[in-house]
């Protein structure tokens, strides 16, 4: 069901988002915790590489950072 999760955030970051944005993590994303990017409150990535994170990565923080970011388009 978590890899079903990640393809479906994917897409959604796919069709509604601009994969050259450069977005800042938010205190929420940083505080999941178990992110082996190593990406802290206040950084700023690309959403391509939050992308990367997420697929390559398995990373569920990049995961929960593009739907934050989502729900502010």
Known sequence: MAS???IMTCIIV???GNLNDIVEV???SAGTGG??????TGDK????????GL???SEMMQQLHLLNM???V
């Open 70 to 72: 989502l729900e502010e």
């Open 26 to 28: 938010s205190k929420k």
């Open 45 to 52: 990535i690309t959403v391509k590489d939050l992308l990367y």
């Open 35 to 40: 992110s082996r990017l190593g990406l802290k």
């Open 55 to 57: 697929m390559l990565c």
């Open 14 to 16: 796919l069709e509604n």
């Open 4 to 6: 079903t999760t990640k």
